[in-house]
C-alpha cells in the first residue's frame, strides 16, 4: 500500500494511493498513519481489504497539500557515509561499522513544504536518502530475516545538512542536521510487501532542473537489513522511528570550489523508484 497524510498543517487526515493512481480516505478507517497502526496489523489488514474493494471514497487531490506520511514519529536515526561512491567523493575511509547520528522528529516536514536555509548558512547541503520505517519493536535483532521482518515500510527523506555547522563548528554533526525542516519525508509510506529489494532501488536528486545525484541503494556499504540489526543493537526501535540510510555521490560538499551549496529561490526534486518525488523551494530562515 501507498499510504499519506494530505491537509493543512496539523490537521492532515489519512489517504491511500490506490493502484490506478487515485486518491483515496482512510479517515473513516483509521484516525491517523502513525505507530499505533503500524503496529496492528489487523488493522493493515482492513486497509489492505478496503483498497481493494475500490469502494473507499476518492478526495479530489487538487490544491491539497501532502504532508509527511507518518505521524508521531519516535525517533530518526541516521547511517553516516553509508555509500561506497558517497565516500570516495568525500575523501572519506570506508567505515568499518555504520556511522550513527540523530536528527529530531520535528524537522521532518512534507515532501513539498519550504525547506529553510538557516541564519548564517554558508554550506546548505542536499541528500536524497531512503528511509526505513519501523513497525514492530525490535531489540537486538540476531539476522538479517528478523530485522527485515521489522520493516513497516520504506520513504523518501531529504536530510538536508549544513556542512559548515556540521563539520567546521565542533563537536557532533547534530548542529548541522537538525536546522527547522531539514528532514522533508514522503509523499508516501510504502509498505514493504511493495519493496521486494530494498538494495535495487534508484535515487535522484535534481537542483534547479539539474541532475546532481543519481545512484542506487545497491551501492550502499551497509545494506537495510544490516542497518536495522546493526542499531537494534545500541537502541531499542520502536514502531514509528525511522532511520535515514544514507546518500549516493553528488552532494555539493564533494563537487570542486566553488562548491554549488543551496540559497534561498533554489528548487531541489528528488525521486526514489516506487516510493514517488518530492520537490522543495528554499528561502531564508
Not at 72 to 84: A, D, E, P, S, T
Not at 139 to 158: C, F, K, N, P, T
Not at 252 to 257: K, L, N
Amino acid at each position: 500500500m501507498k499510504l499519506l497524510r494530505v491537509g493543512t498543517v496539523g490537521a492532515e487526515r489519512p489517504a491511500l494511493l490506490d493502484g490506478t493512481g487515485v486518491l483515496r480516505d482512510l479517515s473513516g478507517l483509521v484516525t491517523d498513519i502513525d505507530p499505533a497502526l503500524l503496529a496492528d496489523d489487523a488493522a493493515l489488514a482492513r486497509l489492505r481489504t478496503a483498497a481493494a474493494s475500490g469502494d473507499l471514497p476518492p478526495i479530489d487531490p487538487a490544491g491539497l497539500r501532502t504532508g509527511p506520511p507518518l505521524a508521531r514519529i519516535g525517533k530518526i536515526v541516521c547511517i553516516g557515509l553509508n555509500y561506497h561512491d558517497h565516500a570516495r567523493e568525500t575523501g572519506a575511509a570506508t567505515p568499518e561499522e555504520p556511522i550513527l547520528f540523530m536528527k529530531a522528529p520535528d524537522t521532518v516536514v512534507g515532501p513539498e513544504d519550504t525547506v529553510l536555509v538557516p541564519r548564517g548558512s554558508v554550506k546548505t547541503d542536499w541528500e536524497v536518502e531512503l528511509a526505513v520505517v519501523i513497525g514492530r519493536t525490535a531489540r537486538y535483532l540476531e539476522s538479517d530475516d528478523e530485522a527485515l521482518a521489522a520493516v513497516a515500510g520504506y520513504a523518501v527523506a531529504h536530510d538536508v545538512s549544513e556542512r559548515a555547522f556540521q563539520i567546521e563548528r565542533g563537536g557532533q554533526w547534530d548542529k548541522g542536521k537538525n536546522c527547522e525542516t531539514f528532514n522533508p519525508l514522503g509523499p508516501w509510506l510504502v509498505t514493504a510487501d511493495e519493496v521486494p529489494d530494498p538494495q535495487a532501488l534508484g535515487l535522484r536528486l535534481w537542483v534547479n532542473g539539474e541532475l546532481q545525484q543519481d545512484g542506487t541503494t545497491a551501492e550502499q556499504i551497509f545494506p537495510v537489513a544490516e542497518v536495522v540489526r546493526y542499531v537494534s543493537r545500541f537502541m531499542t526501535l520502536y514502531p514509528g522511528d525511522v532511520i535515514n540510510t544514507g546518500t549516493p555521490a553528488g552532494v555539493a560538499m564533494g563537487r570542486p570550489e566553488p562548491k554549488p551549496y543551496l540559497r534561498a529561490g533554489d528548487v531541489v526534486e528528488l525521486e526514489i523508484d516506487g516510493l514517488g518525488r518530492q520537490r522543495q523551494r528554499l528561502r531564508d530562515a
